[in-house]
């Protein structure tokens, strides 16, 4: 599989944040590039785009600055910082577990995004670790959905980001996560079955997302994509009263939300899990009911070394059964 090089950017990272680009139309109904920013970005200020286009804040592909003439077709692309949104802190903090020269291993809590998106910036692992570790070529090199805790690899330099990447594509890396349900209407701890499987299973189906789409849609008329072996680890009654269902999960494949659509479907849908099996209206965090999933386990053999990596998290989820089986 070929790997796509990323775009290099003309603006450094600033304050933990990457400058965001836009592609720019070669032509159309605009004169110059400012005429289109100003129409792409029709909710915002008009003069407020003008001023900082006349400040060299926005700029094209060799670092250039785009002024007011610049013509529509000079630049296939701009490049510029995002204006910072005002942002709640997440109250709850990541844990470094693992910093050399290559990698860099977190505990990322619930509700705190890997990397920047909607109304979040600043407020992400990517933006605190950058700042923390003075490193703005820190990259991702897998994520965690903002509600799922646990364990996430960051690449620490370009040279070695590759590496790392690979492991991920040719599935070199073995994830264990857990979660917790509901413990299932006429469960039987001598016959252990979901939605008439008996455990533990593996299941499979077809995940396909879908851009702009908040949940990922099943598509039953299609070969599997997506797979995941699920066992049980306990049931019993955790300490806010709740009788629950705790499950292990060894996902073979990494698609969008995979592991809270195979729970849901059968028939054990994630306590705190807001989008599946039902989607839920739009709420304010609830810190007392985070989602119950939390990615556990990383193995490997590093690329660089050739010696075995484990990591395991420190966190444990808060709806975890404390008394049963």
């Not at 450094?12 to 139309?25: D, E, F």
């Not at 110059?32 to 792409?40: D, L």
């Not at 995941?228 to 009654?237: I, L, N, Q, S, Y």
Request: hydrophobic share 40%.
């Amino acid at each position: 599989m070929m790997m796509l090089v990323p775009m290099p950017s003309p603006l450094p990272v600033k304050n933990g944040i990457g400058p965001t680009r836009l592609r720019v139309p070669t032509s159309g109904p605009w004169a110059t590039i400012a005429e289109y920013v100003v129409a792409r970005f029709d909710h915002l200020d008009a003069d407020h785009l003008y001023r900082r286009l006349d400040a060299g804040e926005i700029v094209g592909n060799d670092g250039s600055p785009i002024g007011r003439v610049t013509a529509l077709g000079a630049h296939p692309f701009v490049w510029y910082y995002r204006d910072l949104p005002a942002e709640d802190p997440v109250p709850f903090h990541e844990e470094i577990l693992h910093v050399d020269d290559d990698l860099v291993v977190i505990d990322k809590p619930h509700f705190l995004p890997t990397t920047p998106s909607g109304r979040y910036l600043r407020e992400s692992a990517l933006v605190r670790l950058r700042v923390r570790l003075d490193n703005p070529d820190l990259t991702p090199i897998h994520r965690l959905d903002r509600g799922t805790a646990g364990l996430v690899m960051f690449s620490a330099r370009p040279a070695t980001r590759g590496a790392y990447q690979s492991l991920f594509e040719k599935r070199l890396v073995t994830k264990v996560y857990e979660a917790v349900s509901a413990r299932p209407h006429g469960w039987d701890p001598d016959a252990p079955m979901l939605a008439g499987r008996a455990l533990p299973v593996v299941y499979r189906n077809h995940i396909e997302a879908r851009r702009g789409e908040l949940r990922a849609v099943v598509d039953d008329s299609r070969e599997p994509n997506a797979e995941t072996a699920v066992e049980v680890r306990r049931t019993g009654v955790s300490a806010s009263g709740r009788a629950v269902l705790h499950t292990v999960l060894r996902p073979h494949t990494g698609r969008m939300h995979q592991l809270r659509i195979h729970l849901a479907a059968l028939g054990v849908g994630i306590l705190g899990d807001r989008l599946y099996p039902d989607l839920q209206p739009e709420a304010p965090d609830d810190h007392c009911l985070p989602l119950q999933l939390l990615a556990r386990e990383l193995e490997f053999t590093d690329p660089l070394s050739g010696m075995p990596q484990r990591f395991v998290t420190r966190r444990k989820l808060s709806e975890a059964p404390t008394s049963g089986h």
